[in-house]
C-alpha cells in the first residue's frame, strides 16, 4: 500500500485547506481504515481524525472537531481531509495512514500499518 498526501500549503488564520491521500493498492480500498495524523516540530504525531471502511463513522480528535471533516471516495482510491477555521495551532506536517482495523479511540498510531510521506500544513496569525 503506497499513500501520497497533497494539498498542504502555507496560509493565514481562519482560512481552508483540503487535503488529498491517494492511496495505491492491489485491494479494494474499502478493505482499510484510514486516519490522519500531525506533527508539529518537538511534539509527538498526534492523531487527528479518522474513518471506518465503509465511511460510516468518522472520528475526531477534540482540538479539531468541528472544524475538520475526514472523508473518503473508494471509487477514486482517495481520501480527505476538509480543514476549515485553521489556526496557528494547526501548524504541522499531516501524514495520511492505512489500517486493517478500526480502534477503539480516534487517534492511535499502533492501528495504522502503512504512512505516506506527508505534506506541511502552515497557518500564520
Known amino acids: 500500500v503506497q499513500l501520497l498526501e497533497s494539498g498542504g500549503g502555507s496560509l493565514q488564520d481562519g482560512g481552508s485547506l483540503r487535503l488529498s491521500c491517494v492511496v495505491t493498492t492491489g485491494v479494494p480500498l474499502s478493505s482499510y481504515t484510514f486516519g490522519w495524523f500531525r506533527q508539529a516540530p518537538g511534539t509527538e504525531r498526534e492523531g487527528v481524525a479518522d474513518i471506518s471502511k465503509g465511511g460510516g463513522v468518522d472520528r475526531y480528535t477534540n482540538s479539531v472537531r468541528g472544524r475538520f471533516t475526514i472523508s473518503r471516495d473508494n471509487s477514486k482510491n482517495t481520501v480527505y481531509l476538509q480543514m476549515n477555521s485553521l489556526k496557528p495551532e494547526d501548524t504541522a506536517i499531516y501524514y495520511c495512514?492505512?489500517?486493517?482495523?478500526?480502534?477503539?479511540?480516534?487517534?492511535?498510531?499502533?492501528?495504522?500499518?502503512?504512512w505516506g510521506q506527508g505534506t506541511q500544513v502552515t497557518v500564520s496569525s
Open positions: 495512514a492505512a489500517g486493517r482495523q478500526f480502534g477503539n479511540t480516534v487517534g492511535r498510531a499502533s492501528d495504522f500499518d502503512f
